[in-house]
């Protein structure tokens, strides 16, 4: 209400000094919105009139007479004045840039289908769809239009279609928004049909239900709706309420990104990389990822950026590796994280730069992704006996000197306690990979028990952490479970089975594997 009282109120101030603008077409076009905001329809009429009676062609487009004359049209009856209507369709042609705002251009081409000028209308949704202007209503109205459907039809119910479901959104509105959205999506309205199935898929609003996601990203992406179809690949994909079909899956994703959609763009580039529903062909696969890229899509960024470190399906470039990394890791993407961490810590395409390394190992640490944990962990463990990297590796650790020690022991115990505090750090991120069943987060861990580094030694962990790592083919966790059941560490002794296990050891190439230590070793990483 408040708004609407400050429109009426910059209304009558519009009224009170328009005498003193008779002459300046701007004062009567920004006079006409407001009469607009306030309802007043006729006074809006008129001060749209003044303006154009005012305004000279400039020899350059526009953008006030374009938004005055796309207003004009909605004051013109079609059937009995179709000459005024080409008046003003003519001069918002005129004066439209290609980036003015979308809803001019929708505008636009309605009244060009309202004339019959259908082919017009189609380009001109489509260059909002292009361009990102407007894309809803534009995607809708096309959709009418394909379908000889009147071109407003359902225009009015974008408004159920952008609605943020949030935990503090009104309950009734919530059950008012999708029982609208229901309706429009059984109407056979494309965009409806595949936010249904997003609600069913996410169960905001809905209990999530696979057979109704599928069946209404099914029918949306049939009248070519690119979201759609992008999602029913993935549902291919994984065997969302379908069986899984690699080559549907392609089939569907395919059409999605020749539509440019930079998800299925996406997707379509691993497929071909990795030779799923398609043959392998790392052209085709470099060719989606970048256009992916292009549109900024994280996932495929962080993959040319990967391609380009390694060599994979490209020639080696350091540098593009790590532009792509980046864009993809400002967008919290965690691999791109992980691996641009890496980049700086071996100064590969990026000048080193350890405190970089640690910011990115360190991002997708905290969004709990177990090989930026590990990262983390183990770069903390090769750096915290080092007195000048102590301090940027060290957080949240409380201030302490003991004031009956003289200097000199003083800064010996701090250096000491900062190092066991960075070691406790290193162990909790350790802790949170191994239980996400990261293999190298498992066998860090059993060394930490083993040789108390960070927590109290304790065999019987070790052990269970070297197994746990071992189960999963890690190299060195099979030789120190081995040195374990040789030496009775934290399990009774088995010269048998250390030997079967040292011998798996040296076939995936574990490091020392040849000799059996005859005792716990501190690994290459203890300071002390």
């Known amino acids: 209400m408040k708004k609407y009282r400050d429109d009426e109120k910059a209304l009558r101030m519009f009224s009170r000094v328009k005498d003193k603008f008779k002459g300046y077409p701007p004062f009567y076009y920004h006079y006409a919105n407001r009469a607009l905001?306030?309802?007043?329809?006729?006074?809006?009429?008129?001060?749209?009139?003044?303006?154009?009676?005012?305004?000279?062609?400039?020899?350059?487009?526009d953008p006030l007479m374009a938004a005055a004359a796309v207003a004009m049209l909605s004051f013109i009856d079609f059937n009995n004045e179709p000459q005024k209507a080409e008046k003003y369709i003519a001069l918002a042609e005129n004066n439209l840039r290609a980036e003015d705002d979308g809803i001019l251009r929708f505008g636009l081409a309605t009244a060009k289908a309202a004339l019959g000028k259908n082919e017009d209308a189609r380009i001109l949704f489509q260059h909002n769809i292009d361009f990102d202007l407007a894309v809803s209503e534009s995607q809708l109205a096309l959709s009418n239009?394909?379908?000889?459907?009147?071109?407003?039809?359902?225009?009015?119910?974008?408004h159920y279609l952008t609605y943020e479901f949030e935990e503090k959104s009104d309950r009734k509105e919530q059950q008012k928004v999708v029982e609208e959205i229901k309706k429009m999506a059984e109407h056979g309205e494309a965009e409806a049909q595949f936010r249904l199935g997003k609600l069913y898929r996410d169960g905001v609003g809905v209990e999530k239900n696979k057979d109704q996601v599928y069946h209404w990203f099914r029918k949306s992406a049939e009248q070519d709706n690119a979201d759609a179809q992008a999602a029913l690949g993935k549902c291919y994909q994984e065997?969302?309420?379908?069986?899984k079909d690699e080559?549907?899956?392609?089939?569907?994703?395919?059409?999605?990104?020749?539509?440019?959609?930079?998800?299925?763009?996406?997707?379509l580039g691993f497929c071909y990389l990795e030779g799923l529903g398609v043959k392998e062909d790392e052209e085709q696969a470099v060719d989606w990822l970048r256009k992916a890229s292009k549109q900024d899509n994280a996932d495929a960024q962080a993959a040319l950026g990967n391609c380009y470190l390694h060599g994979y399906c490209v020639e080696v470039d350091e540098e593009q590796a790590v532009d792509w990394l980046r864009k993809a890791a400002e967008q919290d993407n965690v691999d791109?994280?992980?691996?641009?961490?890496?980049?700086?810590?071996?100064?590969?395409g990026v000048e080193k730069d350890e405190e970089q390394a640690i910011v990115w190992l360190r991002k997708a640490a905290e969004q709990d992704n177990a090989e930026g944990q590990v990262g983390l962990g183990e770069y903390l463990f090769r750096h915290c006996g080092k007195k000048e990297k102590i301090q940027y590796l060290i957080s949240d650790v409380p201030l302490f000197s003991p004031s009956l020690l003289g200097v000199r022991e003083s800064a010996h115990y701090l250096f000491y306690r900062d190092i066991k505090a960075v070691?406790?750090?290193?162990v909790d991120w350790f802790r949170k990979a191994a239980e996400q069943d990261n293999a190298r987060g498992q066998w860090f861990l059993g060394q930490c028990y083993e040789n108390a580094l960070g927590v109290d030694k304790d065999d019987v962990e070790a052990f269970k952490w070297y197994e746990k790592a071992a189960d999963q083919g890690n190299a060195e966790a099979l030789r120190d479970l081995s040195r374990c059941y040789l030496n009775g560490i934290g399990v009774a002794k088995d010269k048998e089975k250390a030997r079967e296990l040292l011998s798996i050891a040296q076939k995936l190439g574990a490091e020392d594997a040849p000799k059996l230590p005859k005792k716990a070793q501190k690994p290459w990483w203890n300071p002390f």
């Open 423 to 426: 070691q406790e750090q290193a």
């Open 247 to 267: 080559e549907q899956a392609v089939d569907w994703l395919r059409k999605a990104a020749e539509q440019g959609n930079a998800d299925a763009q996406a997707a």
């Open 37 to 61: 905001k306030t309802g007043d329809k006729d006074l809006a009429k008129e001060c749209f009139e003044t303006f154009e009676e005012l305004w000279r062609d400039i020899l350059r487009p």
């Open 145 to 158: 239009l394909k379908k000889d459907a009147p071109i407003l039809e359902g225009i009015e119910n974008q």
């Open 239 to 243: 065997g969302l309420g379908i069986e």
């Open 336 to 348: 791109a994280q992980v691996a641009l961490g890496k980049c700086y810590l071996e100064g590969l």
